[in-house]
C-alpha cells in the first residue's frame, strides 16, 4: 500500500528559528514529490515540487531536498516568520496515467515571537 | 493560489440530506480530483476524473459520485449524508500529463 509518513506531528519554533520538517514515503512507481502549504481551513498551496532527478529545490526560505535511493524528503523552513505557522503536507504522486496523489497526514507548525 | 473556485464555502447539512460540491477549474485543466479532509489530517483521495470520465477512485462508497462537465467545472455529490462526512472537501485541477495541480480552498461541510 502507497504510505507518506511526515515527522514530526507537530512542531513549536520562535521566530527567526529554522525547522526542518521530514517525510518519508513508499509509493511506487514514483513520479514526483511535491510539499505545500496549508492555512487553517484553507486549500493547499504549493511550495515545491520535485521529481525523480531532482535533490534540492528552493522557494524563498524554503528549501526542500529529496533523496531518492531512501524515499525521504524533508523541508527546511530558514529563517521562520508568525505566517510560516501551518500545516506542511508532503505529496508523492504516482507514475502512469492517473498521476494519483498520496498525502502525508502533514506537520503542524506553530511560529511563535 | 488562484483558478480554481470552490463554492460554497461553509455548509451545514442534516444526517441523510444529500448535498452538491461544486468546483469551477482553471480553462484547459482537464483533469480534476476531488480529496476530503477531516479535521487535523491529511486530504484523503475520493476520486478523479479526466476529460468527464472517472479514471480513478479511493475508498470512498458509491454515495459518493462526481461529474465534470466540458467547461471545466465539476461536482461533488453526497448521497445519505453522515454525520462522518463532516470535513473539508477539496478539488484539484491540472492539465493532463502535467505535474502542477492546482487547489481550491474548499468547502466545510458540517453534517448535524
Known amino acids: 500500500k502507497n504510505q507518506v509518513e511526515q515527522s514530526p506531528q507537530s512542531l513549536i519554533i520562535l521566530e527567526g528559528k529554522n525547522c526542518t520538517l521530514q517525510c518519508n514515503y513508499t509509493v511506487s512507481p514514483f513520479s514526483n514529490l511535491r510539499w505545500y502549504k496549508q492555512d487553517t481551513g484553507r486549500g493547499p498551496v504549493s511550495l515545491t515540487i520535485m521529481t525523480f532527478s531532482e535533490n534540492t529545490k528552493s522557494n524563498g526560505r524554503y528549501t526542500a531536498t529529496l533523496d531518492a535511493d531512501t524515499k525521504q524528503s524533508s523541508l527546511h523552513i530558514t529563517a521562520s516568520q508568525l505566517s510560516d505557522s501551518a500545516s506542511y503536507i508532503c505529496v508523492v504522486s504516482e507514475g502512469g496515467a492517473g498521476n494519483k496523489l498520496t498525502f502525508g497526514g502533514g506537520t503542524r507548525v506553530l511560529v511563535k515571537p | 493560489e488562484t483558478g480554481v473556485t470552490q463554492s460554497p464555502t461553509h455548509l451545514i447539512k442534516t444526517r441523510g440530506q444529500q448535498v452538491t460540491l461544486r468546483c469551477s477549474s482553471q480553462?484547459?485543466?482537464?483533469?480534476v480530483s476531488w480529496y476530503q479532509q477531516a479535521l487535523g489530517q491529511g486530504p484523503q483521495f475520493i476520486f478523479q476524473?479526466?476529460?468527464?470520465?472517472?479514471?480513478g477512485r479511493g475508498n470512498f462508497p458509491p454515495r459518493f459520485s462526481g461529474l465534470q462537465f466540458p467547461n471545466y467545472s465539476s461536482e461533488l455529490n453526497v448521497n445519505a449524508l453522515e454525520l462522518d462526512d463532516s470535513a473539508l472537501y477539496l478539488c484539484a485541477s491540472r492539465i493532463g500529463g502535467t505535474y502542477g495541480y492546482t487547489f481550491g480552498s474548499g468547502t466545510r461541510l458540517t453534517v448535524v
Open positions: 476524473y479526466y476529460r468527464e470520465e472517472e479514471n
Open positions: 480553462s484547459g485543466h482537464n483533469t
